[in-house]
């Protein structure tokens, strides 16, 4: 599995896989984001209503982002065509809570399955080959960022960096 060998994982001491293996238990890793985010919306007082779970599963269902219509195609087939409005009301509570990240560049959001505190600073590296997300985070790489805006005497709004390249699986092939 290729692992980032600067970012740690929850303080277990490991690197953590920012790029999954293309062969990883991807049925677990969707189960156990659903379950976060149920967890969260119950501790939170929130619901996550059926519309809410289902784009939340399509996102879930690979690593690559997809964008609105892209999520209502992905919906159809099992129940009625949802609207747009619908899917973006769904988004928007999505990633308010930290389960979705959007993808400015590709006006497109992929599922949050890295458990970090809304707000953090999160650098996306997007695989110019297959499509594939990885997320990475390190305090470190916060504090750097943070210090230089700080220099700049810039606040920052949105604290998401956005790097294109390719993927650990595509440059070994």
Do not use: W
Request: proline share 7%; aromatic share 6%; hydrophobic share 40%.
């Amino acid at each position: 599995m290729a692992r980032a060998k600067a970012s740690k994982s929850g303080g277990a001491g490991r690197a953590a896989v920012i790029f999954p293996a293309p062969g990883h238990d991807h049925a677990r890793c969707s189960t156990d984001a659903m379950a976060v985010a149920e967890a969260s919306c119950v501790e939170r007082g929130q619901r996550l209503t059926p519309m809410r779970r289902e784009v939340l599963g399509a996102l879930l269902a690979s690593h690559q982002p997809l964008g609105a219509y892209d999520i209502i195609e992905r919906l159809a087939p099992s129940g009625p065509r949802p609207a747009p409005i619908t899917i973006y009301r769904a988004l928007e509570f999505l990633c308010e809570n930290g389960f979705v990240h959007r993808i400015e560049s590709r006006n497109a959001f992929v599922a949050c399955v890295r458990k970090h505190p809304a707000g953090d600073m999160v650098a996306f590296l997007i695989c110019d080959r297959c499509g594939a997300v990885g997320e990475a985070s390190s305090p470190e790489f916060a504090l750097t960022i943070k210090s230089a805006a700080r220099a700049a005497g810039f606040t920052p709004k949105s604290p998401v960096i956005e790097i294109s390249g390719i993927c650990t699986h595509c440059g070994k092939t």
